[in-house]
């Protein structure tokens, strides 16, 4: 008897359906041949800090932390009020009875086809103490009938996929040290809950230099050299590399006589025809990307209609990363477009490198309709625009019909000072853009001809500098695969090879399979906000990065992609699970190292809740609270208290106990001027009770 346990319910009845004729149990599903059991995604969870390292008190504390277990423990999943959850336990001791069955002796994990669906079912096949048995894997790249009974007859065994679920458990011990460690430390420094992550941090911090660099910004004036004159009639545009800053408008005007006492005249005009190409299938970030632009939908709203689509059978794996397709697909290709020519699109077969590149595949081809295809009254309308939006561009890429454009160039010499080109595209027959976007606006030339002389009007002309753009869904997207790559150079081309090279180095910030999930963490947080397609930074976003930067805690994205580069070579099998860990466990010990520093340099402003001397006025306790130093003896009425941040600089505890003691804190370096943004160095002094500077 074989023993399937799928990742969900959904995804069992789906392999039910593709078995066939199965009859329903308390639990599960069975017949003569198998039985099909299910998890609720993750039944297990790792063990909280205190089940490492016991606190009676039941508060985060720095006592305990940071703890680094010599070995991770899974427990059944909490609820809210972190009880274990009945429900959940329940379910695991039905998966536990039937593994433990004498006529089970082949055991299947149906977890999504990924590194967290690998270890899903792996965790609860160990738990409920699979032995010996036979262990083997159900990839599916669908849901349909006709895939699930083929993958059903070529499974592999498990052990073929240990290099993914060590990736998977690398992962996840990461990011268990990363996060529970360093959002208490930084939780109990700052008094307010701040969660930090591997993933969210950096990128928060992206939004928060881009957003900063936009509040900073200060347009400037500069001068362009621009020609507008008629020609034939027609009005032509040429617009010069020069540019002039705004206190050179006399040079930007003896540059315009200059140009404007040569002749101009077209020295070539070449027009070829030319098939223009249909963009590539659709990765789930390039796939996010599109719906965000044209629809304004969110990504965890396209993620959840998308895997609604995958769990009905009608698309093929969400998470791919890859916007091609396997080699030994070609066959389930040509079914897919069997049916979709019943449908009454142009489509034929073709096989070459832009669509079928095995090089550019990690683990899942990229997203496609099945040969399975929905009844327009079976969608509801947000279900169309996903659907649609990948059907359209798989019948793009293999459209029968052609786009044929006439690209135009025609290039004008201005004396021997500058050549102007000017470039123009028109669409001759739409072919494969009658069915899916072609972005590219078309420019119409003017009538030109070699040897022509063009009339010119060359005048200075003012222009102001534009201050950055705000991230959208799109433009978050491209940094997040490849932060290292400027933003200019995120546009689609054919030469990919140097991005599918950072997503399988490792790279990328977050994967596919969780980016969307640790975005939306991140709104739900409060870090950052999305309305429409652009994300802009909330004051809780900027409260994290600047009391995160004040801790020394830097998890920008170069030390995160080398954590993603680590976990990429346990993928390969170069490093063991434990080499990663270890690395993670330097970072995150470097944080809480205590760091001797000069008193003018000192930025350590303590926890809250620290004692840090007495008051001045009452001689109560003086403590560090969430957003200085105060009295305790505030109920009865005392006033004393003082920022922890002064002109920009932290007021340290060294500082601030040596002011309570002596009345005169050591020289601080670092203060900067509201009024002159100059940085300078003092003492504070206290005099009847409030902090004033000493300058001598």
């Not at 009345?663 to 009770?689: H, M, Q």
Request: charge should be positive; glycine fraction near 6%.
């Amino acid at each position: 008897m074989i023993l399937i346990i799928a990742e969900k319910p959904s995804l069992a009845r789906n392999i039910a359906a593709g078995i066939g004729k199965m009859q329903r149990a308390d639990g599960f599903l069975y017949d003569q041949n198998y039985i099909i059991t299910w998890a609720f995604g993750h039944l297990f969870s790792l063990s909280d800090i205190e089940d490492y390292s016991p606190n009676p008190s039941g508060r985060w504390t720095m006592d305990n932390i940071p703890c680094f277990p010599k070995k991770f423990e899974f427990q059944i999943k909490k609820d809210k009020n972190k009880q274990e959850d009945r429900g959940v336990r329940k379910q695991f001791e039905t998966i536990k009875t039937l593994i433990n069955r004498s006529d089970v002796d082949t055991v299947v994990n149906a977890g999504d086809s990924d590194r967290e669906g690998e270890i899903i079912i792996r965790i609860c096949a160990e738990k409920a103490g699979i032995g010996e048995k036979s262990f083997k894997r159900l990839w599916l790249p669908d849901q349909t009938p006709q895939t699930i009974k083929a993958a059903l007859a070529s499974m592999k065994d498990e052990t073929e996929y240990q290099n993914l679920a060590n990736e998977g458990y690398a992962r996840t011990y990461m990011d268990w040290l990363y996060g529970v460690n360093l959002t208490r430390f930084a939780t109990l420094k700052t008094g307010t809950l701040l969660r930090v992550g591997r993933v969210i941090v950096p990128i928060v911090k992206a939004i928060y230099d881009r957003d900063m660099a936009i509040r900073h910004f200060t347009p400037d004036i500069y001068y362009a050299i621009c020609s507008k004159a008629e020609t034939n009639g027609e009005e032509i545009e040429l617009l010069s590399k020069e540019k002039f800053d705004k206190n050179s408008l006399k040079k930007a005007q003896e540059l315009c006589d200059k140009y404007n006492s040569q002749k101009a005249i077209v020295t070539s005009k070449k027009t070829k025809k030319d098939s223009l190409k249909a963009g590539k299938l659709f990765s789930l970030t390039k796939l996010q990307n599109v719906l965000g632009k044209k629809y304004k939908m969110p990504m965890d709203e396209s993620l959840k209609i998308l895997q609604g689509l995958y769990e009905k059978g009608y698309v093929t794996y969400p998470r791919t990363n890859s916007e091609y397709l396997a080699v030994n697909e070609q066959d389930k290709i040509k079914m897919i477009l069997d049916g979709v020519k019943k449908l009454g699109y142009p489509v034929e077969f073709k096989f070459n490198k832009q669509i079928f590149d095995d090089s550019k595949i990690e683990a899942h081809s990229a997203l496609t309709p099945t040969y399975k295809l929905p009844q327009k009254e079976a969608l509801s309308e947000d279900e169309k625009k996903v659907y649609g939006t990948i059907m359209r561009r798989f019948v793009a890429v293999f459209c029968s019909e052609e786009c044929i454009a006439e690209k135009q160039e025609i290039k004008i010499r201005v004396g021997d000072i500058e050549e102007f080109s000017l470039k123009g595209t028109v669409i001759l027959n739409k072919g494969w853009t009658k069915y899916d976007d072609y972005t590219k606006k078309d420019k119409i030339l003017p009538q030109l001809n070699k040897g022509d002389i063009v009339n010119i009007d060359f005048k200075p002309t003012e222009k102001e500098t534009n201050p950055p753009k705000h991230y959208t869904i799109e433009t978050l997207n491209n940094y997040l695969k490849n932060p290292f790559r400027e933003e200019k150079q995120n546009i689609e081309t054919d030469d990919d090879a140097e991005e599918y090279r950072a997503i399988f180095e490792g790279l990328e910030l977050g994967t596919e399979a969780t980016r969307t999930g640790i975005i939306d963490n991140a709104i739900s947080s409060g870090y950052i906000e999305l309305k429409k397609d652009v994300y802009s930074l909330l004051p809780g976003g900027e409260f994290l990065i600047e009391s995160l930067s004040r801790m020394n805690i830097s998890m920008d994205k170069y030390k995160t992609s080398e954590l993603g580069k680590a976990l990429k070579k346990v993928y390969r099998g170069e490093i063991k699970i434990e080499d990663s860990i270890s690395l993670a466990e330097r970072e995150i010990s470097e944080v809480f190292k205590k760091r001797e520093t000069s008193p003018e340099f000192d930025t350590d402003d303590g926890f809250v809740g620290d004692i840090v001397g007495k008051c001045p006025l009452c001689h109560e306790d003086v403590i560090r609270t969430r957003f200085g130093y105060g009295c305790a003896g505030y109920k009865n009425g005392c006033k004393f208290s003082m920022n922890n941040q002064i002109l920009g600089r932290i007021i340290s505890v060294s500082n601030v106990r040596k002011l309570l003691e002596t009345g005169e804190s050591y020289k601080i370096d670092g203060f900067v001027s509201k009024r002159t943004g100059n940085k300078f160095s003092a003492k504070l002094k206290l005099e009847n009770g409030k902090t004033v500077f000493d300058f001598n």
